[in-house]
């Protein structure tokens, strides 16, 4: 059974940083994209960034660019989403999921993935 469990969450002042990390378990972690998707309040789930089974490949959604990074330690099973340059409109719970494909891809769709964490929230507010 796969678990994904993420942590790092919290309240941040506009301009801070913060960094997610998520902890995988259950089958070969190295062979599955992992990606970042968030929510806020009264609006769809979106997605935020993916980073290959291998490492080798990044994407992000365009309001990630040039704030956002996300790596993985496959080694520890863990994928993180360094986060800079936080704004009030990040506002959301943050959501890690994993790919179903164990092809070396990079989605961004949800119907693309097939496990879920419970979530963390997110709070950028002065």
């Known amino acids: 059974q796969v678990q994904l469990v993420e942590s790092g969450g919290g309240l941040v002042q506009p301009g801070g940083s913060l960094r997610l990390s998520c902890a995988a378990s259950?089958?070969?972690?190295?062979?599955?994209?992992m990606g970042w998707f968030r929510q806020a309040p009264g609006k769809e789930r979106e997605f935020v960034a993916v980073?290959?089974?291998?490492?080798?490949?990044?994407y992000y959604a365009d309001s990630a660019k040039g704030r956002f990074t996300i790596d993985r330690d496959n080694a520890k099973s863990t994928v993180y989403l360094q986060m800079n340059s936080l704004k009030p409109e990040d506002t959301a719970v943050y959501y890690c999921?994993?790919?179903?494909?164990?092809?070396?891809?990079?989605?961004?769709?949800?119907?693309?993935?097939?496990?879920w964490g419970q979530g963390t929230q997110v709070t950028v507010s002065s």
């Open positions: 259950g089958r070969t972690f190295s062979r599955y994209a």
């Open positions: 999921a994993q790919g179903q494909s164990t092809i070396d891809t990079v989605p961004s769709r949800s119907y693309e993935y097939g496990y």
């Open positions: 980073v290959s089974g291998s490492g080798g490949v990044a």
